[in-house]
Every structure is written in structure tokens, then in C-alpha cells.
């Protein structure tokens, strides 16, 4: 669903940010669209691979990393040798900036004090949690893994070990989900305060095993008002508590947000490495092959495995970019919201619409943001983009 700070005063507009897909995982989770695998006996093939494609893509060895970001999947359910072989090579051939943010996913059950000790001496140092919920009945629902207990372990583990960046997923509109139940969740993961919280609204408009028991139990689901109502008593929780609500799906504590995650909001370059793994640099956007085996046959073949490459017009740029930082809580700069407003006359109407209904605010620059109410709208403004 498939994630900041800037405590080391570059800007995530500069420099360069590379992501790297590991799509292994022990089980798939019934919401899962994400393009995973459970073969285990692919990891060392699949690593080898990568090794290989971090040779053939658009970006000139000793190139600097600002960020690198390692994403499924899970990450940590790559055995620790390889995962440490993986980090190495791609650190050779791009070393990292100093003060650079190294991200990796790991679910609550893979997480121990050996895997800490190793993956902070490969140079790890933020760790992205899949927990979701601490409600026993809602992970059923969810397929996962782990518990609620070994969720709480897990967090209290990685944020005494004090070397990470820790942030936590939760998931909004679960199946029988109340605000009740939600309370329970933020509440307990308030109690270990981690610098990082992402909120995802279940998505219902994609192919998973939950859509299947939607089909089923209707009446098991939140309606879209109902959704809306919990992410609104999400954002006053969470910002009361202290946290930021810097982007439509993501809080954090003052100087813990996504450096990563913001190079995409801001169109920072963002190469990439691993079957469907999404890259763009300027008004150049590509994609790899979304066939695990397409993938590894490719580079077998020494072919860098793209599914597509594409160039964006100035206004399509145009178009992403307004779109892209409406996602944040700072908004569009005037003059990126002006140049918008002037080439897409309708985006221009439906701003104005949203600004009338106070779910957009402008400043004295012509800059404009979102309200949270707005950013529970915005598909409507966005699609006025596309």
C-alpha cells in the first residue's frame, strides 16, 4: 500500500532517492493487490537480479542517495545475509549522503533483537511497521500475522533500541471497525508514540479476498460517510497528541516526517529497482514489469525488465505536480496553482468550488492547501487533472 524529516537541513528536493521492491511475503493479507509472491525459493534469484538491474538503470555510479527506501512485501522476510549483500552492493554503487534516511519494512512477527543488530549495522535506520490494528477480531479479518501483543512488542522493541526512525501503519474501514474499536488502536499506539503514523482507508475499488466478502456481508462495511467520519477522528486524535498531519495519509512528530515518501509529493527524482517498482525524474515517468517472472527472465537476458517509459507534456507535468502537493498539508505554491488554473480551465472551476466550501484554503501568494475535509474529497478535484 504499499511512508521526512529533515533534521539534517537538506531539502528532499535535492539530491536523489532510490527504491527497492522486495515482494516477499509468508502469507498475503485478504486486502492485498500489491504484486507479492510466497515463494521463498525466488529471494536469491530475485536479489541477484536486482544486483544486476542496479547496473543497467538511468542513474551514473557514485551517484549520492538522499534516501533509499526498501518496500514489498516484506523486506524482512529476506534472509539477513542477502539482505545485507543487497544493501552493500547497491551502497557501492550509490553511496548514501551523509545524514541519509535508509527505510525498510518489516511486519511486527519477523522483528528480534538480531534482526535490529544487523540491519542497523547494514545501515538501516527507519523501520516502517505493517500493524494496522490492535484489535484482535479486525487482524483476523485482515489476514495477518501477528497479534496484537506481538505488534505492541515489536514497537516497544524497536523504539527502546533507539537507533530507528520508526514509523506504524494503521488501516481505517475495516470490516466492523467503530470508532470504539479505532480508539483502541490510536489509543495504544499512542502509548508508545512512535515518530511516524500512516493511515490508510481500506481501498474497495480494487481486486482482493475482502471485496469477496463484501459481496457477502455488505453490512459489514463502513459506508463512505462512516469512513469519512473515522479519519476525521483519526486527524483530531493524532494532532492533538502531538503529531503533524502533513499529507493526506501521514502524521508525524515535529521533524520525523517521510523524507522518501515527500521526494514523490514534490516530483524529486525517485529511481527504482524491482519488478513493478514506479521511478520518475523530471517529466520522465517509468515502470518495470509487474510478472515476477517476466522480471527475472529479463535481466537473465541482461535487458532491463521496463514495462513502459514515458515523457509527460509541460502541461501533464503541470497537472502532477499541483496534484501531487495538494497532498500535503503545505499545498501548492501561487504560481504552480495559477500556471494550473490557466492551462486546465476545469481544475480551475472545481478549485474554486472547493475554496467556496472552505475545503481548500488560499493564502496571500495564491498558494493553496487542503483541508482534511478536502483531502477526503479531493479525488473530485483530482480528477479534474487527469
Given at each position: 500500500?504499499?511512508?521526512?524529516?529533515?533534521?539534517?537541513?537538506?531539502?528532499?528536493?535535492?539530491?536523489?532517492?532510490?527504491?527497492?521492491?522486495?515482494?516477499?511475503?509468508?502469507?498475503?493479507?485478504?486486502?492485498?493487490?500489491?504484486?507479492?509472491?510466497?515463494?521463498?525459493?525466488?529471494?536469491?534469484?530475485?536479489?541477484?537480479?536486482?544486483?544486476?538491474?542496479?547496473?543497467?538503470?538511468?542513474?551514473?555510479?557514485?551517484?549520492?542517495?538522499?534516501?533509499?527506501?526498501?518496500?514489498?512485501?516484506?523486506?524482512?522476510?529476506?534472509?539477513?545475509?542477502?539482505?545485507?549483500?543487497?544493501?552493500?552492493t547497491l551502497s557501492a554503487r550509490y553511496p548514501l549522503a551523509s545524514g541519509a534516511e535508509v527505510?525498510?519494512?518489516?511486519?511486527?512477527?519477523?522483528?528480534?533483537?538480531?534482526?535490529?543488530?544487523?540491519?542497523?549495522?547494514?545501515?538501516?535506520?527507519?523501520?516502517?511497521?505493517?500493524?494496522?490494528?490492535?484489535?484482535?477480531?479486525?487482524?483476523?479479518?485482515?489476514?495477518?500475522?501477528?497479534?496484537?501483543?506481538?505488534?505492541?512488542?515489536?514497537?516497544?522493541?524497536?523504539?527502546?533500541?533507539?537507533?530507528?526512525?520508526?514509523?506504524?501503519?494503521?488501516?481505517?474501514?475495516?470490516?466492523?471497525?467503530?470508532?470504539?474499536?479505532?480508539?483502541?488502536?490510536?489509543?495504544?499506539?499512542?502509548?508508545?508514540?512512535?515518530?511516524?503514523?500512516?493511515?490508510?482507508?481500506?481501498?474497495?475499488?480494487?481486486?482482493?479476498?475482502?471485496?469477496?466478502y463484501a459481496n457477502r456481508h455488505p453490512e459489514a462495511f463502513p459506508t463512505d460517510e462512516q469512513?469519512?467520519?473515522?479519519?476525521?477522528?483519526?486527524?483530531?486524535?493524532?494532532?492533538?497528541?502531538?503529531?503533524?498531519?502533513?499529507?493526506?495519509?501521514?502524521?508525524?512528530?515535529?521533524?520525523?516526517?517521510?523524507?522518501?515518501?515527500?521526494?514523490?509529493?514534490?516530483?524529486?527524482?525517485?529511481?527504482?529497482?524491482?519488478?513493478?517498482?514506479?521511478?520518475?525524474?523530471?517529466?520522465?515517468?517509468?515502470?518495470?514489469?509487474?510478472?515476477?517472472?517476466?522480471?527475472?527472465?529479463?535481466?537473465?537476458?541482461?535487458?532491463?525488465?521496463?514495462?513502459?517509459?514515458?515523457?509527460?507534456?509541460?502541461?501533464?507535468?503541470?497537472?502532477?505536480?499541483?496534484?501531487?502537493?495538494?497532498?500535503?498539508?503545505?499545498?501548492?505554491?501561487?504560481?504552480?496553482?495559477?500556471?494550473?488554473?490557466?492551462?486546465?480551465?476545469?481544475?480551475?472551476?472545481?478549485?474554486?468550488?472547493?475554496?467556496?466550501?472552505?475545503?481548500?484554503?488560499?493564502?496571500?501568494?495564491?498558494?493553496?492547501?487542503?483541508?482534511?475535509?478536502?483531502?477526503?474529497?479531493?479525488?473530485?478535484?483530482f480528477r479534474e487533472l487527469v
Amino acid at each position: 500500500m504499499p511512508g521526512e524529516r529533515h533534521e539534517h537541513g537538506s531539502s528532499s528536493g535535492r539530491g536523489t532517492g532510490l527504491y527497492v521492491h522486495l515482494p516477499f511475503c509468508a502469507s498475503r493479507c485478504s486486502y492485498c493487490t500489491f504484486v507479492v509472491t510466497t515463494h521463498s525459493r525466488l529471494i536469491e534469484p530475485y536479489i541477484e537480479a536486482l544486483e544486476q538491474e542496479s547496473s543497467l538503470i538511468d542513474l551514473e555510479a557514485g551517484t549520492r542517495l538522499d534516501t533509499l527506501y526498501f518496500g514489498g512485501g516484506t523486506p524482512s522476510q529476506v534472509p539477513i545475509p542477502l539482505f545485507e549483500r543487497l544493501v552493500a552492493t547497491l551502497s557501492a554503487r550509490y553511496p548514501l549522503a551523509s545524514g541519509a534516511e535508509v527505510t525498510a519494512e518489516a511486519n511486527p512477527e519477523d522483528l528480534s533483537p538480531h534482526l535490529l543488530e544487523r540491519w542497523a549495522a547494514a545501515g538501516i535506520n527507519r523501520l516502517s511497521m505493517g500493524i494496522q490494528s490492535f484489535v484482535p477480531a479486525e487482524l483476523e479479518l485482515l489476514d495477518r500475522r501477528h497479534t496484537a501483543q506481538t505488534a505492541a512488542n515489536a514497537l516497544e522493541m524497536v523504539l527502546t533500541d533507539g537507533r530507528f526512525q520508526v514509523n506504524a501503519d494503521l488501516m481505517l474501514a475495516i470490516p466492523r471497525q467503530t470508532v470504539a474499536s479505532l480508539r483502541i488502536s490510536v489509543d495504544k499506539i499512542l502509548t508508545y508514540r512512535p515518530h511516524h503514523i500512516s493511515i490508510y482507508l481500506l481501498e474497495m475499488d480494487k481486486p482482493h479476498r475482502l471485496r469477496t466478502y463484501a459481496n457477502r456481508h455488505p453490512e459489514a462495511f463502513p459506508t463512505d460517510e462512516q469512513a469519512a467520519g473515522l479519519y476525521l477522528q483519526v486527524h483530531d486524535w493524532l494532532t492533538s497528541a502531538g503529531y503533524l498531519h502533513y499529507e493526506i495519509s501521514n502524521f508525524a512528530l515535529p521533524g520525523h516526517m517521510a523524507r522518501h515518501n515527500i521526494r514523490y509529493w514534490r516530483s524529486a527524482p525517485v529511481h527504482a529497482l524491482g519488478v513493478a517498482a514506479h521511478g520518475l525524474d523530471g517529466p520522465r515517468h517509468w515502470a518495470n514489469l509487474d510478472n515476477l517472472h517476466g522480471y527475472l527472465l529479463s535481466l537473465s537476458q541482461g535487458t532491463r525488465p521496463l514495462a513502459w517509459s514515458n515523457h509527460l507534456s509541460p502541461k501533464d507535468e503541470l497537472a502532477q505536480k499541483v496534484m501531487l502537493q495538494l497532498r500535503l498539508a503545505e499545498g501548492a505554491p501561487g504560481g504552480l496553482v495559477a500556471a494550473v488554473r490557466q492551462a486546465l480551465p476545469t481544475f480551475a472551476d472545481k478549485l474554486s468550488e472547493f475554496l467556496e466550501l472552505g475545503l481548500a484554503v488560499a493564502d496571500e501568494t495564491g498558494g493553496v492547501h487542503l483541508t482534511p475535509r478536502g483531502w477526503l474529497l479531493s479525488n473530485e478535484l483530482f480528477r479534474e487533472l487527469v
